[in-house]
Nanobody, 115 residues
Framework: QVQLVESGGGLVQPGGSLRLSCTTS????????MGWYRQAPGNQRELVAT???????NYAESVKGRFTISRDNAKNTASLQMNSLKPEDTAVYYC?????????WGQGTQVTVSS
């Protein structure tokens, strides 16, 4: 069984920062991609940022220059530093991994950007 748990979400004012963390547990080995997706009400889930085990990073255009993804391959954890947050960043953020050709998702953490 594989479990992903996100933390660090919350309410922040526009221009503020949050740091999301993703921890993994269970039968974890050789994670290829770790990343973050988000889903706002009424919208489809969309990619925010991903990082391969080799260090290749992909960001959504809307977050480039504001968000930074990182991962610890030894601990099988990932983080997302979010700066200069905007109201349109409001969404549930999901941790995502691919491992042994399968994808796994966390339960999500709410991020709300509002004054």
């Amino acid at each position: 069984q594989v479990q992903l748990v996100e933390s660090g979400g919350g309410l922040v004012q526009p221009g503020g920062s949050l740091r999301l963390s993703c921890t993994t547990s269970g039968s974890i080995s050789a994670i290829y991609v770790m990343g973050w997706y988000r889903q706002a009400p009424g919208n489809q889930r969309e990619l925010v940022a991903t990082m391969t085990s080799g260090g290749t990073i992909n960001y959504a255009e809307s977050v480039k220059g504001r968000f930074t993804i990182s991962r610890d391959n030894a601990k099988n954890t990932a983080s997302l530093q979010m700066n200069s947050l905007k109201p349109e960043d409001t969404a549930v953020y999901y941790c995502y991994i691919t491992m042994r050709l399968r994808a796994y998702w966390g339960q999500g953490t709410q991020v709300t950007v509002s004054s």
